[in-house]
């Protein structure tokens, strides 16, 4: 546990968490579709992140669909006191495994109770609505409807706290005049920068942020400069581009996914790195001089 304590805490809600968490989308099957190939290695990742001392995973009902909250269940239940499970609304995935928008109330109501009764919850700790105007990034439209959907649902004590993914500042601000936003869920790493004024804002407020594929997702960022930093302090570029986040700004929250127990280990041990001021100085040029 001695990684997740180095790395600190920061409130995510009425909670304070560790600042190294887990993300599950990597568990389904290939494109987060259909059963992983290895249920029981899918089980013994998700204990051994708890038994580590995470208390912060991120899942969603439609990763799978369904099949990533069957598995926390399966694996976890009953759950810790300390742990607090993030979900996401606003998206379903089609037969062909698409990702499709899901922001009619009656959608977003019915993924609720999909993400209640698959994780076997009273009431959902998080639960992030992902704006799904272009499935590939954050664009502007109003998210005043769906958002409102789900400041029902909070009312009615289904959920407790509200985050947003895939947004934009304006988005965010319109989302905190309808209801509290605990947290941000976007895309952002080492050279992936566009959401900087955003961190640094959100951490004035005392706001979560929560960057997403650390090392660029389903097109992995190809970085001499981060495999040198890497080589450096004898790590691996994951472990680097994770400790690279963390000192970034103390309101970013990570969740590293994997279906490997041996990966999960080098990405908690990524909370004890401390980065030397030049190869920091290094990683931080990266968004200025390679495509993010």
């Known amino acids: 546990m001695s990684h997740l304590q180095d790395s600190g805490t920061y409130p995510l809600g009425s909670r304070q968490v560790h600042r190294l968490g887990y993300g599950a989308m990597q568990l389904a099957g290939p494109g987060v579709f259909g059963p992983p190939k290895d249920r029981d290695a899918a089980i013994a990742v998700l204990r051994e992140a708890v038994a580590a001392g995470v208390n912060h995973i991120d899942t969603s009902d439609f990763y799978g669909p369904h099949i990533t909250n069957q598995l926390i269940k399966e694996a976890l239940a009953p759950y810790p006191d300390d742990l607090v499970i993030v979900t996401k609304v606003g998206a379903v995935r089609g037969d062909d495994a698409s990702w499709n928008p899901a922001f009619s109330p009656e959608q977003l109501t019915r993924a609720v109770h999909d993400n209640l009764r698959n994780l076997g919850r009273d009431v959902l700790d998080v639960v992030n609505l992902r704006a799904m105007f272009d499935v590939h990034g954050p664009a502007e439209g109003s998210i005043e409807e769906p958002l409102s959907v789900l400041a ?141």
């Open 152 to 292: 029902g649902l909070q009312q009615q004590g289904l959920i407790r706290h509200i985050g947003l993914s895939n947004v934009t500042p304006t988005q965010v601000a319109q989302g905190r005049r309808i209801c509290e936003i605990v947290c941000v869920q976007n895309q952002y790493n080492v050279a992936h920068r566009g959401d900087d004024a955003l961190i640094d804002d959100l951490a004035r407020e005392g706001i979560a942020y929560v960057p997403f594929f650390p090392l660029g997702g389903f097109s992995p960022l190809q970085s001499s400069i981060l495999n040198d930093a890497a080589a450096r302090i004898g790590a691996t570029p994951m472990q680097t581009a994770l400790a690279w986040l963390l000192r970034r700004s103390p309101n970013i929250l990570l969740i590293p996914g994997t279906s490997s127990t041996r990966h999960l280990r080098e990405n908690m041990a990524a909370g004890s790195l401390r980065l030397p001021e030049d190869v920091a100085r290094a990683l931080d040029g990266i968004g200025a001089s390679e495509p993010a």
